[in-house]
């Protein structure tokens, strides 16, 4: 079930992009996976057993991040730095950039990207009014705000009812994941971590859909089949809970 969020190839550069709202020391080592898939599927029609060597295009590998944890405007990570044994020159190595991509850092890349300056604004409008009013209602307000000062205002227009369920449900995992988090720590038991964090994020996050799936049949603007489709849960589930 992992996956990169974007894979693209420009001039024999095969680029990498996530986007993260939290903050996630694993990037690489994930990023490790998604190259290895990528490229597994770039020479699946040649032969790795010929004398002739096969050309794949250089990996680029770049973090957008716009969670709450301060960082740095960007900061490499390193494969490297997940080993036990620290080494100067490692046999395998691989490196991330990541870029802060909330309201107010990066200005340079902001300026030679619109829309992602318009979604740091929003993202911004969201965070900020949920401290002075209930999400679905941040979430609303801040969606009708953006098309008002025409931020993202096509794209909220004819997107606006999935922008709203998925603003509502990435607040919620974030939410979810921090209690995940916590209770970790709280536990303390290393062993115990190593057989339950695996599960114990599947249920953070079934439990984030659930709880957005709820706040969108509260709006009542949202039928079950739209619901079960925006929080990927079965439709028997969002069923139950509207009973």
Same mark, same amino acid.
């Given at each position: ?10 001039? +024999?550069?095969?680029?990498?992009? /996530? ?16 190259? *290895? $898939? ?5 020479? &699946? ?5 010929? #004398?002739? %060597? ?16 301060? %960082? ?13 044994? !620290? #080494? ?7 490196? &991330?950039? #990541? ?30 009014? *949920? ?6 209602? !941040? ?14 205002? $096509? ?6 009812? /999935?922008? %709203? ?8 995992? &974030? ?11 709280? *536990?303390? %038991? ?21 709880? #957005? ?9 949202? $039928? &079950? ?16 809970? +509207?009973?």
């Amino acid at each position: 079930g992992m996956k990169n969020d974007l894979a693209f190839i420009m001039d +024999m550069n095969l680029y990498l992009y /996530e986007h993260q709202s939290t903050y996630n020391p694993n990037i690489p080592l994930r990023n490790l996976f998604y190259i *290895a $898939d990528e490229y597994q599927r770039l020479v &699946v029609r040649k032969s790795l057993y010929s #004398t002739v %060597i096969q050309k794949i295009p250089t990996p680029r590998f770049i973090v957008f991040y716009n969670g709450s944890t301060p %960082i740095d405007d960007c900061y490499t990570s390193r494969l490297s730095d997940a080993f036990y044994h !620290a #080494t100067d020159n490692p046999s395998l190595e691989l490196i &991330v950039t #990541t870029f802060n991509v909330n309201a107010g850092h990066n200005t340079k890349l902001m300026s030679h990207c619109q829309i992602l300056k318009e979604y740091s604004i929003y993202v911004a409008k969201v965070r900020s009014l *949920a401290e002075q009013m209930p999400l679905d209602d !941040a979430v609303q307000k801040a969606v009708t705000e953006c098309i008002q000062e025409n931020i993202l205002a $096509d794209f909220l227009r004819k997107n606006q009812a /999935e922008v %709203i369920a998925m603003s509502i449900f990435e607040y919620d995992k &974030v939410e979810e994941e921090k209690k995940l988090r916590k209770a970790e720590f709280d *536990a303390g %038991i290393e062993q115990g971590l190593k057989q339950g964090v695996a599960q114990g994020i599947e249920q953070g996050l079934k439990q984030a859909s659930t709880d #957005t799936a709820l706040r969108l049949l509260n709006t009542g603007k949202f $039928d &079950v089949k739209e619901i079960a489709e925006l929080c990927n849960l079965p439709l028997e589930d969002v069923t139950a809970l +509207m009973k």
